[in-house]
């Protein structure tokens, strides 16, 4: 049997130990940046969300407006005391109170001048992801600084009159001289 030299046994001995600590700082490298993508996809998805219900509900805002509207003369919109209220029978405009998904909890209610609520925001004060290419009931959200700016309401910004998109300049129809 043979004996390996005392200074051969002293500079093996504290390599194991140098690969371990450069393999765990490896992994806490790769743990945080998926942590950090993970957060983004979170975020997009709650976006998505916030948006989906945001739209749902300006609709079910609309359409109150218009059913109370039906057969009277009334000069400008009619809007609900509550959330609630679009929930309830025999014509239900809302399938159920939603909370905001961003938020985390009750949304912030945006009333209108004569009473009621004329829309919903969120109250979270995040810089969304999202900056553009919103679907069209909503592009006035573009480039909005925070999720709290996301106002979804009725009369919609976003439309011009009030039965559907604003037409651009140039794109009415023709004129004949």
């Avoid at 957060?39 to 976006?47: A, D, F, G, S, Y």
Wanted: glycine content about 10%; some cysteine; hydrophobic content about 40%.
């Amino acid at each position: 049997m043979q004996c390996s030299p005392t200074w051969l046994r002293r500079t093996e001995g504290g390599f194991s130990y140098v690969m371990v600590m450069m393999a765990v700082t490896l992994i806490g490298l790769l743990m945080t940046a998926a942590a950090k993508q993970w957060k983004t996809m979170v975020q997009r998805e709650l976006e998505m969300d916030l948006l989906s219900k945001g739209i749902e509900i300006q609709a079910a805002l609309a359409l109150y407006s218009a059913a109370a509207k039906a057969g009277r003369v009334t000069p400008g919109e009619i809007y609900p005391h509550s959330l609630a209220e679009l929930t309830r029978s025999p014509k239900p405009f809302l399938r159920k109170v939603y909370l905001d998904p961003v938020g985390h909890g009750e949304w912030e209610l945006v009333r209108a001048p004569t009473g009621g609520v004329m829309g919903v925001r969120s109250k979270s004060k995040l810089k969304p992801i999202k900056q553009n290419n919103f679907p069209l009931v909503v592009r006035h959200f573009q480039g909005k600084p925070t999720h709290y700016d996301w106002v979804f309401q009725h009369p919609n910004p976003s439309q011009g009159g009030i039965f559907g998109a604003a037409v651009p300049p140039g794109a009415g129809p023709a004129r004949t001289p």
